[in-house]
């Protein structure tokens, strides 16, 4: 098999010439991102992850997305309760598969950067230059105290985030030997040996929301995730060239993805069907409710009318883009977000392993055919 040449630019092309990146988002999670009771929610175990990766390799899906968790929520499911950690998860799977590029989820907060950029570079070297690294600050106190780290506001947090990645992506350079004095690091002699597979740096993503958070992954990153609108095409299409025109401000180019919650079935309205019944009448929503006050979401904070519309919202995968159809439903829904400008899709299903041959044998012929995609 020839080398793969792992450029940047390649890194972050997943190796292909799809025009939209696919990937699965959350599989490393019990109950993945569906907030619901239903018995066939997904387990989040190694062999059925390690399966679903396997197929999704083989079907030229191009990445997996874990979610950095360390507490489940509660409710009645402990939705998320049950975790596999990101960067031993994606070493795993990296492998055990021969295209697909796997993401190990970050909290910047919570690991040294070293040893960070070691675990980068030891599952990039498994996976030849197909690891990525989706970097996070934090949101939820209730992990921050279980390691009694003190959760930063939001422009410290950020503040502290640029040093982390300034230090691990130097680490991962050519550089070695390096000394480090900042406002939260004193490193000396720092030494990284190897450096990433083929020389360049993984790809990395940010998905904060605030304006600090999204300045941070515009100076660093080469992904950064965004909510795809609910009402048009066109907001979507201007909010990602605000993105992208924010970016070249800093003189960056970054590519845009969003994430979304995908029911599919053979028809509209067995999709629909399904859909009321796994997010709303199966809904876990103790689990919601947790997860809502958690984000200070409550009648008294946000007013009845948006509380009920977050509800439903959050149970539906934590609040991704509701992609429910048939086929062909689907696949233009895919072909607007590519239209759009999006350069990809991070999507979660209630069952990934049993949802995934539909989403394979009807839904990726279309887009191909479509132009969306090559593979
Ligand atoms: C695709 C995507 C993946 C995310 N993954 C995680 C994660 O694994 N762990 C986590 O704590 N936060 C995760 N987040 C939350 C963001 O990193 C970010 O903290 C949140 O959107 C709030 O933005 P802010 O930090 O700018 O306030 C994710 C968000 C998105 C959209």
């Not at 569906?34 to 390799?57: F, I």
């Not at 009448?281 to 007013?303: C, F, N, Q, Y």
């Amino acid at each position: 098999m020839a080398e793969r040449d792992a450029t940047l630019k390649n890194r972050t092309a997943m190796y292909n010439d799809n025009r939209l990146n696919i990937g699965l988002f959350g599989a490393n999670c019990s109950s993945g991102r569906a907030v619901t009771t239903v018995p066939e929610r997904w387990s989040g175990a190694w062999r059925d992850t390690l399966a679903l990766a396997k197929a999704a390799d083989a079907a030229g899906i191009d990445f997996m997305l874990p979610i950095g968790r360390w507490k489940g929520y509660g409710g009645d499911t402990d939705y998320q309760g049950a975790t596999l950690e990101t960067l031993t998860w994606a070493s795993g799977l990296l492998a055990a598969t021969q295209n697909i590029s796997v993401f190990g989820t970050v909290h910047a907060p919570l690991f040294h950067p070293l040893i960070a950029a070691k675990e980068f570079v030891t599952a990039d070297h498994i996976g030849e230059g197909r690891f990525g690294l989706n970097v996070v600050c934090g949101w939820n106190e209730g992990e921050f105290d279980m390691f009694g780290v003190a959760q930063r506001d939001h422009e410290r947090r950020y503040d502290y985030a640029q040093e982390w990645i300034d230090i691990v992506k130097r680490a991962l350079s050519p550089d070695n030997d390096f000394d480090h004095k900042g406002e939260y690091f004193d490193l000396k002699g720092v030494r990284l040996k190897p450096k990433p597979w083929g020389g360049a740096r993984p790809m990395m993503m940010n998905a904060g929301s605030s304006e600090a958070g999204r300045s941070f992954a515009l100076r660093n990153c080469d992904g950064f995730f965004t909510s795809a609108s609910r009402v048009s095409l066109e907001e979507t299409r201007d909010k990602v060239q605000g993105i992208k025109a924010q970016a070249a401000d800093y003189g960056r180019e970054i590519d845009v993805y969003t994430v979304g919650v995908m029911t599919l079935r053979r028809t509209a309205k067995e999709a629909q069907d399904y859909y009321r019944h796994a997010i709303i009448d199966g809904a876990d929503w103790s689990a919601v409710r947790d997860i809502l006050a958690l984000k200070k979401i409550s009648p008294e904070t946000v007013g009845q009318d948006e509380y009920n519309l977050k509800k439903t919202q959050y149970a539906n995968g934590m609040g991704g883009l509701p992609i429910v159809g048939d086929p062909d439903m689907v696949a233009n829904m895919f072909a607007d977000l590519s239209r759009a400008g999006l350069r990809g899709v991070g999507i979660s299903m209630v069952n990934y392993g049993d949802e995934l041959p539909l989403f394979v044998e009807e839904v990726l012929p279309r887009l191909k055919k479509m132009g969306v995609r090559a593979l």
